[in-house]
């Protein structure tokens, strides 16, 4: 170990033209100590491709995408301006590792790119990798120092989408702006050294996200089978689980499917047909029997603070548009943040449609529910869409039985309500939503 911080010694006092040179001699003695020592995190960096940084990363360290794969990006220039020990390098290349492990590039690629709140998801991602480690540089983000910028509890070894959201609730009480937030911190003048580079996140947003997921997939299930018995068994249980295999996750639901079972299955009353028998005079063929009408009222609600955007909600609602065709249904659209807006309210006709968002504040789904018996009294039970980034409180009450379909813009496992009412699908899981989310990064 100290021969290590003998090596970063060396790059702080060399030379700019020897910088590199010095810093590739730390990384391999770091990734050679790893390997005897702590064997997951040294297989993983051995098997990264280490390429010099980008003008843009300002930072030690930090991974970037290409279309195969992640690389990671090593800034001699910014090493030799900390004051790192051996064992504070080796523990910025394992938060490195769980930044990877826990696919925090691809979650949080748009954001870093197009929100000015990259400060915010920086703490959030870093609060959760260093949780789990010993040895971290000078003011890294942890969840306890986020309690103390938040001034209130924060749960230690949380995930990343946890602490967001109270970063972005705190945000929103202490009314400081996305302009106010520097990519240092989530406070104007903060002045934080940023140790781990964020902004090669940005390269994440394109078509090429399923290859660099399969090649992030076989990284990390080849780590696992080169790792002996012993090596596995003591690895901490945040990674044992993130190494679990692929093939035992659930099967994603088509959320075209689960809507149109939603409009096919609730009934709203009975007409003629004469298809079927008259079941009190079955021997007169000339009487129309009776079948139950699937015709009803549905409601869309829309999360004006979610992160989707004009097209993509004009998207979903003109594949909504579509099966009325089949099943026919009188749809209103109704936008809320933490209230619904029944004013603005219009009906979905049987055409894509654009809708203009006009809301941004916090989001309150109980809002929704609260609604319902307003816009459904003594009308049956109603089909509820509610298109939202998942991103609210932990917990809703029912006010009127309704089928309720929920459609998250973000995996189902960051959505914020536990023990939802209906049925949870994620929007990820579409290709097509995908491809303009793509489009319009």
């Known amino acids: 170990m100290s021969s290590l911080t003998e090596d970063l010694n060396r790059v702080r006092q060399a030379t700019v033209a020897d910088q590199p040179r010095l810093t590739e001699t730390a990384y391999r003695h770091g990734v050679l100590y790893l390997l005897q020592h702590d064997a997951f995190y040294g297989h993983v960096l051995s098997r990264l491709r280490v390429v010099p940084a980008t003008p843009q990363q300002q930072a030690p360290l930090g991974l970037t995408a290409t279309p195969q794969e992640w690389q990671l990006q090593l800034q001699p220039g910014a090493l030799a301006q900390t004051d790192w020990t051996g064992a504070q390098f080796l ?44 040895d971290l540089p000078r003011n890294a983000v942890t969840s306890r120092r986020l309690g103390e910028l938040l001034q209130e509890p924060v749960e230690p070894r949380q995930d990343s989408a946890v602490y967001l959201r109270q970063l972005r609730h705190w945000q929103a009480q202490q009314e400081i702006t996305d302009q106010a937030l520097t990519p240092g911190g989530p406070a104007a003048g903060e002045t934080t050294p940023i140790a781990d580079g ?28 080169t790792l002996s018995a012993k090596q596995r068994g003591t690895l901490p249980g945040h990674v044992q689980a993130a190494l679990q295999p692929v093939a035992s996750q659930r099967p994603t639901l088509d959320w075209r499917a689960v809507l149109k079972r939603g409009l096919s299955q609730v009934p709203a009353g009975r007409q003629a047909a004469y298809g079927r028998f008259n079941r009190r005079q079955p021997v007169r063929m000339d009487l129309p029997g009776q079948i139950v009408r699937t015709w009803q009222r549905v409601a869309v609600f829309v999360d004006e603070s979610g992160s989707m955007g004009n097209q993509e909600i004009s998207y979903l609602l003109g594949q909504m548009a579509t ?78 039985p309704a089928t309720v379909l929920w459609l998250l813009t973000s995996p189902v496992a960051e959505f914020s309500v536990t023990q939802a009412p209906g049925t949870v699908v994620s929007l990820t899981a579409d290709p097509q939503w995908q491809a303009l989310r793509r489009a319009q990064s």
């Open 91 to 134: 523990d910025m290349l394992r938060h490195t590792v769980l930044h990877l492990l826990w696919r925090h590039p691809q979650r949080y690629a748009t954001a870093v790119q197009t929100s000015a709140q990259a400060g915010l998801v920086r703490w959030a991602t870093d609060a959760a990798v260093n949780d789990y480690l010993t």
């Open 198 to 225: 964020h902004t090669g996140w940005q390269t994440a947003t394109d078509a090429a996200a399923e290859t660099r997921e399969q090649w992030r997939q076989q990284l990390f299930q080849t780590v696992a089978t």
């Open 323 to 400: 099966l009325l065709a089949v099943y026919p249904a009188q749809v209103t659209v109704y936008p809320f943040d933490t209230v619904v807006d029944e004013t603005a309210g219009f009906r979905l006709e049987k055409r894509p449609q654009r809708l203009m968002r006009t809301g941004g504040g916090g989001t309150r789904f109980q809002a929704v529910f609260d609604s319902l018996p307003r816009l459904f009294a003594g009308q049956g039970q109603p089909l509820v869409i509610i298109l939202t980034d998942g991103y609210g409180e932990d917990r809703v009450q029912s006010t009127l």
